[in-house]
C-alpha cells in the first residue's frame, strides 16, 4: 500500500452532506489497519450529488466512491484490496464519471484535485502561469488579450470585460482598485463559492493580472457572510500567498504591487449590485449608485475601479496563460468561453457543469441533472437567480447564450438553473418574487421599495381570487413601473420571474 | 455599558478607525466579540470615525447580520430561497417556527436558539438547507432538523 492518497472533499456542501463523520471513521480505520496513506482534504469537483465524494488514487488513477457515508468506510478500504469495483459505492475512475468527462473546464480544471491550499498542487497544474505572462506584458498587451478573448462578465450583467478594462487603464487615478464581487446571493448559485473554496489561488491570480493591467496596486474581495467556509480558506490562502510574495510590494521581484484584502458583507442581498457593493465597502449601507459615473470612472472612494465577480477574474487566468483566442474559440455568438451553469433545486444531480455557451437548458436538466429528485416531472425551471424569469418546457431548447435568453425575455444571469416539479405553485412563486424584493431593496429607488410591496399584496389578491382581469392588469402595470423606474436589477427585474409566471402558468392565478 | 464592553470597543475602534471603509469590518469585530452591537456604543464608534450617530445607527439596521440585542446560543438560519422551497423549504420553515415556537429573528424562551431567515447558503443542489452557526446543514427536512437540534441539546446537557 504504498504511496496510497485518499481524497475526502472539505467544502460546504460535503461537509454539509457529513464528510466530517466519514473523515473521522476514516482516520480511525487507517490507523487500525496501520495502513500507510496520506489523507488529503480536497475541495470539491462540483459533483455534489456524489458528496461526500471519496478518491482513492492508486499507480496514478483516482477511484471514486460516493456518495460516501459513515459506516461505509470499513467496507470501501476491504474492497480496495480485494475488488474496488464490487462495492455498491464504487462510481468507477473519477476522470471517466460521464458528468464530469463531458464537461469543458477550463475555470475547474483543478477544482477537487487536491488541497486547495497547496501552493504547490496549484503550480503544478499550471497556476501562475497567467500571471508569469503577464508580468513580461505591459498593461495595454493585458488588456488586449482580455479584449480579444471575448470574456464577458460572469456576474450576470455580461459587460464585455476588455472594455472595462480598458477604461479603468485609461482614466487617470491616483489610487486605482480591483474588487472582486463575491456576493454571490442568488439561489441556485454556487459556482463563486466552489472556486473560491477549491481553487482560491486562481481568484487571487486573476485579481493580480487585473491590477497589472489596469494600473491598480489594491484590491478587495467582497465576500457575503453566508459562506463561512470560503472566508476561512480565502484567509488562508490570501496570508500563504503574501508569504510567497505573489502578494505584496513586490510581486515575485517584479517590482510591481499588489495588496489584497479580504471584507465580509452583512447579510444584504443587494451587495452583490456592484454600486451597492461599493458603497458597502466604503462602509456606508449598501445604496445603489446612480450610473454614470461608471465605477471604471469613479468606484471606490471615487477613484477607477474595476468590479468582477469571482468567475471573470478567474477566467482571465486562462486567457493570460493560453492566449485570448483559445478562450474565444468556446461558445458562440458573442457570448465566448465556458459558462458554469449550476444545476439547483429539485434535481437528481445537481452540481456544476461548465461547458462552452450553446447547449440549451434540456440537455443540462435531462443529461445531466437527470430530471427531478422527487422523481416527478419538471414543471418550471427559473434561470438566472431570484431575478430570472421561470421557464415552461416549451422554452428549454433555448441555447445557454446571453443573447439567446434576452430574446425569450428571460437573463442567464450568473448561470443558476433551479428545477421545479409539478408540485410547485406558480402564484407562490411570483409572490415570493415580490416579497423578496421588498425584503432586499435597499430603498432607493420608489417603484422597488413600495412596488414591491404593493406587487405582494396584487398577488395576494389574485391568490384570493378578487378582481382577476382588474389585478392581473394592475400587477402588469405594476411589473413596467418597476423595470422602467429602478436603478438597479433588482427593481428591474423582479417583474421578470412574475411575469412568466403569469404568462407560462396562468391555471396558477385562476 | 460595564468597563469590559466599554474596552472591548474601544480596541475594536482602535483596530479599524484608520482603514479605510472601516465600519462594516470594525461592527463585525463588536459583534464577533460580544454577539451583538449595544446601541450605546454608538456614540463612540461615530466619534471615532467622525460619523454621526445616525450613520452608524443606519449602517446597523441596513444589514441583516448586524443585531443591537444579543442572539440566544445558538443561530438557526433557514434557508428561504428558491433552490430550497423547490425541495420543502416552505414545510421546513413551518415546522421550525412551530417547534420552536419562534418567528423569524425570534430567540426562544430559554434563550437556546434565535430563529433566522437567510436567502441562500450556496448549497443549492442539495437543498434544502439550513445553517446552525458556522455548520450548513444539507437535505434537511422536519425529522433531521428536529435531530440536529436535539444533538444541540444533548450537546449542552
Redesign the interface.
Known amino acids: 500500500m504504498m504511496g496510497l492518497r485518499i481524497f475526502l472533499p472539505r467544502d460546504t456542501t460535503a461537509l454539509a452532506l457529513g464528510a466530517e463523520r466519514v473523515a473521522l471513521v476514516l482516520d480511525e480505520e487507517v490507523q487500525r489497519r496501520e495502513l500507510t496513506v496520506d489523507i488529503v482534504r480536497n475541495g470539491s469537483r462540483g459533483l455534489f450529488w456524489l458528496e461526500p465524494l471519496l478518491e482513492i488514487e492508486q499507480g496514478g488513477t483516482r477511484l471514486a466512491f460516493g456518495p460516501m457515508t459513515a459506516t461505509a468506510v470499513p467496507g470501501v478500504l476491504d474492497a480496495l484490496l480485494s475488488d474496488p469495483a464490487g462495492h455498491p459505492l464504487y462510481l468507477g475512475p473519477t476522470a471517466d464519471i460521464s458528468y464530469l468527462k463531458t464537461q469543458q473546464r477550463l475555470t475547474f480544471a483543478r477544482a477537487g484535485t487536491g488541497d486547495p491550499l497547496c501552493l504547490d498542487n496549484y503550480i503544478a497544474q499550471a497556476g501562475f502561469a497567467g500571471l508569469e505572462n503577464a508580468l513580461g506584458l505591459d498593461s495595454q498587451e493585458i488588456v488586449n488579450a482580455v479584449t480579444e478573448s471575448g470574456l464577458r462578465g460572469r456576474g450576470g450583467a455580461a459587460f464585455p470585460a476588455g472594455i472595462k478594462w480598458q477604461t479603468v487603464l485609461d482614466t487617470p487615478g491616483e489610487q486605482k482598485y480591483i474588487v472582486c464581487n463575491a456576493d454571490e446571493g442568488d439561489s441556485g448559485t454556487f459556482a463563486d463559492r466552489l472556486l473560491m473554496e477549491a481553487d482560491p489561488y486562481q481568484l487571487i491570480e486573476g485579481m493580480i493580472i487585473a491590477g497589472l493591467a489596469v494600473g491598480a496596486t489594491q484590491g478587495y474581495i467582497y465576500l457575503r457572510s453566508e459562506y463561512p467556509r470560503a472566508r476561512e480558506i480565502l484567509e488562508l490562502a490570501i496570508a500563504r500567498a503574501r508569504a510567497e510574495s505573489y502578494l505584496g510590494a513586490n510581486i515575485r521581484g517584479s517590482g510591481k504591487a499588489f495588496q489584497l484584502e479580504l471584507r465580509i458583507g452583512a447579510g444584504a442581498y443587494i451587495c452583490g449590485e456592484e454600486t451597492s457593493l461599493l458603497d458597502s465597502l466604503e462602509g456606508k449601507r449598501g445604496m445603489v449608485r446612480v450610473k454614470p459615473p461608471l465605477p471604471a470612472i469613479a468606484g471606490l472612494f471615487g477613484m477607477p475601479t474595476v468590479v468582477n465577480n469571482v468567475l471573470t477574474l478567474a477566467a482571465v487566468t486562462t486567457v493570460l496563460e493560453k492566449g485570448g483566442e483559445y478562450y474565444r474559440d468556446y461558445g458562440t455568438g458573442r457570448s465566448r468561453g465556458t459558462l458554469a451553469v449550476q444545476l439547483a433545486g429539485n434535481v437528481l444531480r445537481g452540481g456544476l457543469v461548465e461547458l462552452a455557451y450553446g447547449a440549451t437548458l434540456r440537455e443540462l436538466v435531462e443529461d445531466y441533472a437527470g430530471g427531478t429528485y422527487s422523481g416527478r416531472p419538471i414543471r418550471a425551471i427559473q434561470v438566472g437567480g431570484p431575478l430570472g424569469a421561470y421557464l415552461p418546457e416549451s422554452q428549454w431548447d433555448t441555447p445557454l447564450d446571453y443573447e439567446a435568453f434576452a430574446g425569450i425575455g428571460a437573463m442567464l444571469g450568473h448561470g443558476g438553473v433551479v428545477v421545479f416539479d409539478d408540485s410547485v405553485d406558480m402564484a407562490a412563486q411570483a409572490r415570493f418574487a415580490m416579497e423578496f424584493c421588498a425584503v432586499e431593496s435597499c430603498g432607493k429607488c420608489t417603484p422597488c421599495r413600495i412596488g414591491s410591496v404593493r406587487g405582494v399584496e396584487v398577488i395576494d389578491r389574485l391568490i384570493a381570487r378578487e378582481a382577476k382581469e382588474q389585478n392581473t392588469a394592475l400587477l402588469l402595470d405594476l411589473c413596467d413601473t418597476m423595470e422602467a423606474g429602478s436603478l438597479c436589477a433588482m427593481g428591474g427585474l423582479t417583474p421578470y420571474p412574475v411575469r412568466s409566471a403569469l404568462q407560462y402558468f396562468p391555471e396558477d392565478f385562476s | 455599558m460595564d468597563d469590559d464592553t466599554a474596552a472591548i470597543i474601544t480596541s475594536c475602534i482602535e483596530q479599524y478607525r484608520e482603514v479605510?471603509?472601516?465600519?462594516?469590518?470594525l461592527?463585525?469585530a463588536v459583534q464577533d466579540k460580544l454577539g451583538f452591537v449595544p446601541p450605546d456604543s454608538v456614540p463612540s464608534i461615530a466619534k471615532a470615525?467622525q460619523l454621526s450617530r445616525a450613520?452608524v445607527h443606519?449602517?446597523i439596521s441596513?444589514?441583516?447580520?448586524?443585531r443591537d440585542v444579543p442572539a440566544g446560543n445558538h443561530v438557526l438560519q433557514i434557508?428561504r430561497?428558491?433552490?430550497?422551497?423547490?425541495?420543502g423549504a416552505?414545510a421546513l420553515e413551518v415546522h421550525a417556527k412551530s417547534s420552536l415556537g419562534v418567528d423569524f429573528g425570534g430567540t426562544t424562551a430559554d434563550g437556546a436558539i434565535t430563529l433566522e431567515a437567510?436567502?441562500?447558503?450556496?448549497?443549492?443542489?442539495?437543498?434544502p438547507?439550513v445553517?446552525l452557526d458556522?455548520?450548513?446543514?444539507?437535505?434537511v427536512d422536519a425529522t433531521r432538523l428536529d435531530e440536529l437540534l436535539a444533538d444541540l441539546g444533548d450537546a449542552a446537557g
Open positions: 479605510p471603509g472601516g465600519l462594516l469590518p461592527l463585525h470615525l450613520e443606519g449602517v441596513f444589514y441583516h447580520d448586524f434557508c430561497a428558491e433552490a430550497c422551497q423547490a425541495l416552505r437567510v436567502y441562500c447558503l450556496g448549497n443549492c443542489a442539495c437543498s438547507s445553517r458556522d455548520q450548513i446543514h444539507a437535505r
